[in-house]
């Protein structure tokens, strides 16, 4: 279905657009060869609509439909109630409404295909899977006690067995990750099992997509990076680069700098094509991600100030100018408004008034330079 496809490219980019501020660091038109696995660095929750649409619009949009894009996805997005248990913040009159809606059947349609863990899933899952069991059996005491609170703040009776909590006031309770013995009690042998067969079937769905040349994009983290740190790979991935045999990897980093007025820059970066390698992929592809990743200004500025420098702009600018260098002798792509020194004394100046009031996020962005600065 073609039209829903370029409908959600369509959306995605108003979304990113009014909620960020992007830049692309390279040609902003580019060729994917069929068979390309897109790697993508996971910063945030954000990323998908980032990265959807700058691919989708970069490598031809409506004409290219002979090559359409591919996206290996986190399996939850499939399961009922996504939207009302994955969002971290929203009221539970809103999880209640939400609660009903999913899109599973859509994400095939416009090519979305689930990974999953064998290992990890959601509670909600084992819950589902056992609906008339007592709740006291399948979960820690802790865990109960949070659903018994939950019911009393939202005057319902309190909860027996799991079918009582499969509803939109627990959605937030029912999203967190659960695997053998953390989070759900040992013996459901029968569930992980099930769920095992599950995860083999959605690689070979995804190896299948490679082996018939679809270009797919993939984010060999599998989830946000927790505190700026690139990598690790997970695992599997390698195996699936060896198995799928794509024609080339192709990565694509994204850098957040909040260290700005207004709204968060996001700078994406797309590297050049490599041959897939013979042995070792988990490494190859680590490389690759760390080397693409953009410098930008609050990561420099963060890394400095959370090593215990002042917030002394000459000094600052010197680090600055130092970081440039470097990124630029290393081939690494960097910030527009850093390869000029008007530019960087601007940017300096917005970042180091920003640092305040973004103390939260220094560290992330110290660790993600660090991170990229080391390639293995």
Request: one cysteine or more; glycine letters at 8%; a positive charge.
């Amino acid at each position: 279905m073609p039209d829903l496809y370029d409908a959600v490219a369509h959306g995605m980019h108003a979304y990113s657009r009014a909620a960020f501020r992007v830049e692309v660091a390279g040609p902003r038109r580019f060729a994917l060869e069929p068979g390309t696995l897109v790697v993508v660095t996971h910063r945030r929750e954000t990323d998908v609509p980032l990265v959807a649409p700058f691919l989708y619009f970069g490598s031809g949009g409506l004409r290219n439909t002979t090559n359409r894009l591919h996206f290996a996805a986190r399996d939850d997005m499939f399961l009922p109630g996504f939207f009302a248990g994955f969002p971290p913040s929203l009221p539970r009159p809103l999880r209640r409404a939400l609660y009903p809606l999913g899109v599973a059947r859509w994400l095939p349609v416009v090519n979305v295909f689930p990974i999953r863990s064998a290992s990890v899933a959601r509670l909600g899952e084992v819950l589902a899977a056992r609906p008339t069991a007592a709740l006291a059996e399948l979960v820690p005491e802790e865990t109960a006690a949070a659903f018994a609170g939950r019911a009393a703040a939202a005057h319902l009776p309190a909860p027996q067995c799991a079918g009582d909590v499969l509803r939109g006031d627990y959605a937030d309770l029912l999203w967190h990750a659960v695997s053998p013995g953390r989070g759900v009690v040992n013996g459901l042998d029968d569930f992980w099992s099930r769920r095992a067969a599950r995860a083999a079937g959605d690689f070979r769905t995804l190896v299948g997509l490679v082996r018939d040349r679809r270009t797919l994009v993939l984010f060999p983290e599998g989830r946000p990076s927790p505190d700026g740190e690139i990598g690790p790979i997970r695992p599997g991935i390698g195996a699936l680069v060896r198995r799928g045999r794509p024609v080339a990897l192709r990565p694509l980093a994204l850098a957040y700098d909040p260290l700005v007025r207004g709204r968060t820059r996001v700078h994406l970066a797309l590297g050049e094509s490599v041959p897939p390698p013979e042995a070792d992929a988990e490494t190859t592809l680590l490389r690759l991600l760390r080397t693409t990743m953009p410098l930008t200004c609050g990561q420099v500025v963060a890394e400095a100030l959370t090593k215990g420098a002042e917030a002394d702009p000459p000094a600052l600018g010197r680090l600055l100018d130092d970081a440039v260098a470097e990124a630029l002798e290393a081939g690494r792509s960097v910030e527009r408004d850093l390869l000029t020194s008007t530019g960087r004394r601007r940017r300096l100046t917005e970042a180091l008034a920003a640092a305040p009031a973004n103390a939260p996020a220094l560290g992330a962005l110290a660790r993600e330079r660090a991170s990229a600065a080391t390639e293995s």
